[in-house]
């Protein structure tokens, strides 16, 4: 990438067997960054911690299933913050329990990261305990699940702060945040192929200036399809 | 703020999987890509 431009957000999705990523990168000042991908779960959790102990918080984070086996991509910053929490490699149950316990100490959600490990979807998910906008969260959604609680968030005036689709034995899923907040115009596509999304992204970069915030990939039936984000610039 | 529900296109044969670089100005420039096999989205890091 260019010179001046710091990586931002970053998916990776197996499709057929073969790993891709999605990436989003800014060119403004910022805190050093690094970021990692191809990582194992073991890789991840060393790396975490190095990097931690050199005072990098982790940014993002995204698990993805490539030819049975899972592995991360993930961006720390060098920067102080609230208290942060990560865990990867957590099943539905247990990602929810930990939810659970954040939120009881004062913990939001800043990031989840949805993927296949074994036969089921496992999470990998960052809190940081500050306050902000109400927020809620929802995982393990197929995509009338992800329909409906949309349109109930939108009626309540949450926006969409992220979306991960991810596949699991060949069906997608969604987790979500959702912020209670006002900002400006947004729009938000899933399950868009290649050429969906790149129509979408032309309409909505090219046609009406708005700028990418969020994307992510997954398989379906043996093709690339994606979820993302577009908010006014 | 809107959302399409769009049917999941099984089968499609026609979708090339080539990255995509893509550019806009905004307060600050970004861009984004996708598709990018490991070695291609290795050499954004220069």
Same mark, same amino acid.
């Given at each position: ?104 100490? /004062?913990? $939001?959600?800043?990031? *989840? =990261?949805?993927?296949?490990? #074994?036969?089921? +979807?496992? &999470? !990998?998910? %960052? @809190? ?80 009406? /200036?708005? $700028?990418?915030?969020? *994307? =992510?990939?997954?398989?379906? #039936?043996?093709? +690339?399809? &994606? !979820?993302? %984000? @577009?908010?006014?610039? | ?46």
């Amino acid at each position: 990438m260019a010179q001046g431009y710091r990586l931002v957000h970053v998916a990776g999705y197996g499709v057929n067997g073969v790993a891709y990523y999605a990436a989003i990168w800014e060119k403004r000042a910022g805190p050093p960054w690094q970021a990692r991908h191809g990582l194992t779960g073991g890789q991840y959790q060393q790396t975490f911690n190095q990097l931690s102990q050199q005072g990098y918080r982790i940014r993002r984070v995204s698990g993805y299933f490539v030819a049975g086996a899972p592995y991360y991509a993930a961006i720390w910053e060098q920067r102080s913050g609230p208290p942060l929490q990560a865990r990867h490699g957590l099943s539905g149950a247990g990602y929810q329990q930990f939810f659970d316990r954040m939120l009881a100490q /004062g913990y $939001r959600l800043d990031w *989840v =990261s949805g993927y296949q490990l #074994g036969d089921d +979807a496992h &999470y !990998a998910a %960052i @809190w940081e305990q500050r306050s902000g906008a109400p927020f809620q969260a929802r995982h393990g959604m197929t995509a009338p699940d992800y329909q409906q609680t949309f349109n109930q968030m939108s009626a309540q005036q949450y926006r969409l702060r992220h979306v991960c689709g991810y596949s699991v034995l060949g069906l997608p899923y969604f987790a979500a945040i959702w912020e209670q907040r006002a900002g400006p115009p947004w729009e938000a596509h899933h399950n868009m192929t290649g050429a969906q999304y790149q129509q979408t992204f032309d309409r909505l970069v090219s046609g009406k /200036g708005y $700028r990418l915030t969020d *994307v =992510s990939g997954y398989d379906a #039936g043996g093709q +690339a399809v &994606y !979820a993302a %984000i @577009w908010e006014q610039a | 703020m809107q959302i399409t529900r769009r049917a999941v296109l099984l089968g499609a044969s026609s979708l090339a999987l080539t990255p995509t670089a893509l550019f806009a100005a905004s307060p600050f420039p970004w861009r984004a890509r996708h598709g990018m096999l490991a070695q291609e989205y290795q050499a954004t890091f220069g």
